[in-house]
């Protein structure tokens, strides 16, 4: 049974860091695109960041410049290095895969998801 399963989101205060991390399960996603997105309150899901299987990375505007994503295939794991956190970066973060080359920005490009993590940044 293939498992995304989120971890590493909590409260911080602004211009504090956090690390996402997501395990992967069920089979080798070695070869897949994997991303992070992100849904606020009221709000819909968003792109934040992405990377291929040979790190090609792919981020939204708006986290440029303050979040790196990265990978560790031996693990079976994604992660996502925040920093600079800002109150608009508040929401559900989910882990997301695709069997594909491209780093997608489009959810419905991905086949795979988590149950997400909430970050919540105070101001």
């Known amino acids: 049974q293939v498992q995304l399963v989120e971890s590493g989101g909590g409260l911080v205060q602004a211009g504090a860091s956090l690390r996402l991390s997501c395990a992967a399960s069920?089979?080798?996603?070695?070869?897949?695109?994997m991303g992070w997105f992100r849904q606020a309150p009221r709000k819909e899901r968003e792109f934040v960041a992405a990377?291929?299987?040979?790190?090609?990375?792919n981020y939204a505007d708006s986290v440029k410049g303050r979040f790196t994503i990265s990978r560790d295939n031996a693990k079976n794991a994604l992660y996502l290095q925040m920093s600079s956190l800002k109150p608009e970066d508040t929401a559900v973060y989910y882990c997301?895969?695709?069997?594909?080359?491209?780093?997608?920005?489009?959810?419905?490009?991905?086949?795979?998801w988590g149950q997400g993590t909430q970050v919540t940044v105070s101001s």
């Open positions: 990377i291929s299987w040979h790190t090609s990375t």
């Open positions: 997301a895969a695709r069997r594909n080359i491209v780093a997608s920005t489009a959810d419905s490009d991905y086949g795979y």
């Open positions: 069920g089979r080798t996603f070695s070869t897949d695109t």
